[in-house]
Each structure stands twice: as C-alpha cells, then as structure tokens.
C-alpha cells in the first residue's frame, strides 16, 4: 500500500511565500493604514463622547464623524514618527543590555563611572543602529516570519525547508530594499541640484 502524500495547507502557505517575500512592503505600506485606524477609533470615540454636552440630535454623527477624520489624519502623521522611537529605544535596550555584559568584565568592576559611560554609549550606538537599519531589520523578521509559515504549511519537519525559505525570502527582501534606499538616496540627491539650480547666483546679477 503506498503511503498518503501530505497535502499542504495552502493558506499558510501562501501566506508565508507572501509575507516572505513582500513582507517588508506589506508593512511600510500598512503602517498609514494602522495608523488611520487607531487615530480614527481614538479621536472619534472622544468625539463622540464630547457630543454629549451638545443636546441635539446631530452632535453625535457630527462630533464623532470629525473626530474619527481628523484623527485619521493625525493617525497617519504620527505613527512614522512612532515606529521611529520604537526602533531607536529597542535598540538602546539591546545595546545597553550587551554594554551592560561587557562591563561585568573584571576590568570595569571597579569603576562604576566607567561602566555607566560604557553602558550609555551602547544604548546611543544601538538606538542609531538599529534605527538606520530598520527596514533591513523590518525584512528579515519578515522573512524568517514567512520562512515558518511556509514549512507549517507544507507540514514538513525538515529543517533544510526552514532554511531554504529563509534565504530565498531575506535575499529577495534585501534587494527590494536596497533598491529603495538607492532611489531615495538618489531622489534626495536629485531634490538638492533641484534647489541649487533654481536658486538665483547674485554675483551673476551684480
């Protein structure tokens, strides 16, 4: 008797290939979307609330309606800036934490001052780091994310699947956004001999 094949479970499956691959995308792009939904819920639900001080029949559409678009807009403004903390303060921990072990060394144990400047600086070195590489960042936990997808859902337990996924979908990923800190490095080039083209040269004019 020949054994059953395992049918994959093509929702995880196509889940994983898509966020293995487009991962990085499907989160800058789904970061306005986020944020319009939290500041709307937000914003709305106070203008709603704030309604109730106004006795008329329309306050609540009205005072909740505007609420709900500006928070939307507030919402979108805000949470680019947001993840940019996040990104930094996450890692200022990894950085403080690994400064943190260095100092455990026997040289440092006797210098309270010098550990602190140790266990600063690494929270600084970090928080930048982290914050510049972010979208590298935001492309291989994407990746590796899709990569388990992938093997739950051709339901194999071979780790060279895990493997194999995670390096087709961090190497595509990578690319993807290196391309796109190319382009805008190359738009903010563009934008500065834009402006210094257009900008008047007054020993010509004297």
Same mark, same amino acid.
């Given at each position: ?35 319009? /939904? +939290? ?14 001080? $106004? ?7 009205? %005072? ?22 996040? %990104?930094?303060? !996450? ?29 600063? +600086?690494?929270?600084? $070195?970090?928080? %930048? ?7 590298? +960042? $935001? ?18 337990? &071979? ?5 194999? !996924? ?10 993807? /956004? ?13 934008? &500065? ?14």
């Amino acid at each position: 008797m020949e054994p059953t094949a395992v049918q994959p479970d093509w929702f995880f499956l196509i889940a994983g290939i898509v966020l293995g691959l487009f991962g990085w995308m499907l989160y800058w792009a789904g970061l306005p979307i986020i944020g319009a /939904v +939290v500041g709307a819920g937000a914003i709305g639900s106070l203008g709603y609330m704030a309604s109730g001080f $106004v006795s008329a029949a329309w306050a609540p559409l009205v %005072f909740g309606g505007a609420g709900a678009v500006l928070g939307a807009f507030l919402g979108i403004a805000l949470i680019r800036v947001l993840q940019l903390y996040f %990104f930094f303060i !996450s890692g200022a921990i990894l950085g403080a934490a690994l400064a943190y072990q260095f100092t455990g060394t026997t040289a440092f144990q006797g210098s309270s001052a010098a550990a602190i400047i140790i266990v600063v +600086v690494g929270a600084l $070195v970090g928080g %930048f780091v982290l914050l510049k590489a972010r979208r590298f +960042v $935001v492309a291989i936990v994407t990746a590796a994310i899709g990569a388990m997808l992938v093997q739950t859902g051709l339901q194999s337990q &071979n780790p060279l699947v895990l493997v194999t !996924s995670f390096v087709i979908f961090a190497a595509v990923q990578i690319g993807l /956004v290196r391309r796109y800190v190319d382009q805008e490095a190359f738009d903010h080039r563009t934008r &500065n001999r834009l402006r210094a083209t257009e900008t008047p040269d007054v020993r010509t004019i004297d």
